[in-house]
Structure formats: structure tokens, C-alpha cells
């Protein structure tokens, strides 16, 4: 399990998105989702208590923030995204919204070409201020990983009552503002096999994009170690298959292996 230790990080170079300053707003001592994803680089959701009180303050948060692009700038590093990763999922963070208004200060005073972009795993898109929040920033990555809710609940095990529906109708509030972030990978998880390349899941998934019309897709698979066992990775060819049919319905992918 690889949990990140402060709150600013890096920056890191990033397939996706560049030279990328990573921000962890979730605790540094314990990972804390809303999913219980069988592929979660951080292992699995053990600590089921969404509301943990080791969250750091939106002043602390702003903090250690400004601290971190102070001395990148003093280094002379060059950032295209600051981006909100880490232990978890960073919408729970209860002062998510007040976080997000000080980063666009902070990035407008320190580093006003790079971007913002937040890691989401789009279960809080129902909540108003969550959505307003990121809204404002220019890269919400929004998570989904099925076109079927069975599936949607077998890959990303949602710990809070959360559905795929609930999750589409969230993305439909956007208007096109955002980028999908969408894993395939194959195996087995408590002796089901699965396939979320199965044309059954494609179809519904392609469906669901015709929806909420992302102005991007990103399509990636396995990268990294998982905590579930029997997982298979997708290939690029297989994952520009599917990104060519995104492409027909006029939207933009990208696929990284
Ligand atoms: S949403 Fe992200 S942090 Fe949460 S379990 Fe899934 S992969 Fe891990």
C-alpha cells in the first residue's frame, strides 16, 4: 500500500498531464474513499469512516500549498498542472469548496499558466458545492469505469450509497466541462470473472457518453501494482479500439498504456 506523506508533492512528471504538482488533501496516515476500487494503487479502503477527523484545514492545506510553489518558483521548476491526487478520494474533504478558492488565488499569484486538475472519483458530483467547486477549476477528471451499474459495483465497490446513475446524472450537470478518466481491465474478483471491454459494457458505456458529453476521454488500464490479484491488463491496441469509437461520436480520446 503507498500512501503519500504531505500534502504538496513532487512535481512529478505525469503521462497525462505534464510536469504535475501533486496535492493531497486526504489524511497522510490512511487512505479514505468513497470507493473500494479492486486496482486502487493505495490498496484497499480500510478505513470505512468517511468523515475521519485527520483531514488538515483548508488554512493548513493553503499552508503547506504556498509554501510548496514558493519554493518550486525559487527553484526556477516548471509546473503545467497542479493537480489534487493522493490517499483518496479529495471531494470528501469537508472545506473541499474553500481549498479550491485559495488554490486559484495561490496558482494565480505563483504559477497563473499552470492548470488545475482534480483526480475525482465523481461520487459527490450530487452535492451542489462539490460540482460549483470544481467548476471553477479548468481539468476536472471525472471516474467512470463501466457503462453497467453491476459492473460499476464490481470494479469500484462504492463504500458510501452511491450509484452509477446518481454518477451520470452528476457528469449530465456539467455540460461538457470535464474529462473522463475511464480504467479497463479484465479477470476475476471474488469468483466472478469480468470484462469491461465486453461489447455488452462498451455499448452501454459509449451510451452513457453520448449523455453527458465529455469534451475528453481519457483511456488508460493497469499500471501499477493492485490489491486485488487476478486483474489483467488491457493493451493499447485493444484501448485504441475502443478510443476510435469515442472518436465517431465526436469525442476526443486519448489512450495511455
Ligand atoms: S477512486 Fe481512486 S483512490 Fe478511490 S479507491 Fe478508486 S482508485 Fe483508489
Redesign the pocket.
Known sequence: MFLWESIAFGPIHSRRLGSSLGINISPTDV?I?????I????GW?LEKDITSTHYATADIVAQAIEKKLQSCQAEGTHIDSITFSGN??STLHPQFGEIIDNLLILRDKYYPNAIITCLS?ATKLQDVKVRKALLKIENPML?LDAGLPELYKLI?RPTIPVTMKDTVEGMRAFNGNFVMQSMFLKGEIDGVKFDNTAEENVAAWLKVLEEVKPRKVVLYSLDRETPAKQLVKVHQPELEKIAERVKKIGIEAQVFE
Open positions: 487512505k474513499c468513497s470507493f473500494d476500487c486496482y486502487c494503487e493505495c479502503t483518496g478520494e472519483n471516474k469500484n
